[in-house]
């Protein structure tokens, strides 16, 4: 293994060792302390504490090794199958480690689903980053899709709808409820990590000055441009169409400066969900 895949396989499992020391402390600060379970295993492990007394991590981690081995004979392969079994596993250790070690931080509905979910999201979302997942219910759902075709955002809703159903028998309607909200804030902390805070945009611009806009942005905006070979679906003429990608903050000035050439030009903004490349975020410090 070259010296650059060994650093890169380092940092993937020292963020995934991370998020999963960062799920643990979500469950114990936040959400075990107050009966609000997180979807799919680790949410029957805690049905299973609060009904049996048992410890969390340990059932988790026991609940997932015929998951684990499975995974390593049909869902993948070492590679994501190691990465998740570290992640687990950590989770778990640290889960049972923390417990009764850390005070609960508050009793609010509010502040422990929105900062348990806030936790438990960044945490997921570095391990997912690294290439690995947290078990449970997404080896499920990528066996299933391995195995017979099962779309895995369909196995997931319906395991996760279980596990809610379940806690909703054990808890009562209204902590099933609240680990709803944990669930929608932590989905959306994982695709905040996943894709990070920018927000650049695309803009499309078809102008019969095209060659002065063009450079017009390379110079004065200093972004990059491509030309698109394009024809008019009216006229049937061939039309160049300029693509530059831009932060959020340069919509304002690209427009002007479009407008002075060609106040007439045709512009369509679209969002971009990720830009990588130059002048924007390097592939290197993204992946």
């Known amino acids: 293994m070259s010296r650059e895949r060994l650093v890169s396989s380092f940092v993937d499992y020292a963020l995934i060792t991370i998020g999963a020391v960062l799920v643990a402390l979500a469950a114990d600060l936040f959400l075990i302390p107050n009966r609000v379970i997180s979807a799919g295993l680790f949410g029957i492990a805690v049905i ?34 190691m990465r998740t079994i570290v992640a687990v596993v950590v989770m778990s250790v640290a889960v049972d480690l923390m417990a009764n070690r850390l ?31 947290t078990g449970g219910i997404d080896i499920i759902a990528r066996l299933m899709q391995r195995q017979r075709g099962s779309e895995p955002g369909q196995v997931l809703l319906v395991l996760s ?58 110079e004065e905006l200093e972004r990059g441009v491509t030309v698109l070979k394009a024809e008019g679906g009216y006229t049937g003429t061939e039309r160049p169409v300029l693509m530059c990608a831009v932060a959020r903050s340069e919509i304002s000035i690209i427009k002007r400066l479009v407008g002075r050439y060609d106040p007439d030009a045709f512009i369509v903004i679209t969002p971009a969900q990720e830009v990588l490349g130059e002048g924007f975020q390097g592939l290197r410090s993204a992946a």
């Open 48 to 81: 299973v504490h609060y009904l049996l007394g048992t410890p969390v991590g340990a059932v988790t981690l026991a609940l997932n090794i015929p998951l684990f081995l499975a995974m390593l004979r049909w869902g993948g392969g070492w590679r994501t199958g």
């Open 161 to 218: 709808a279980l596990t809610l159903a379940a806690a909703a028998l054990v808890f009562g309607i209204e902590q099933a409820l609240y680990a709803m909200i944990v669930a929608t804030v932590s989905s959306m902390m994982v695709d905040l990590v996943q894709q990070g805070l920018g927000r650049a945009k695309v803009a499309l611009i078809v102008s019969a000055r095209h060659e002065e806009i063009r450079k017009a942005i390379l």
């Open 103 to 133: 005070p609960s931080v508050t009793s609010d509905p509010l502040l422990y689903t929105l900062y348990g979910g806030i936790l438990d999201g960044l945490g997921i979302g570095l391990v997912f980053r690294a290439e690995g997942t």
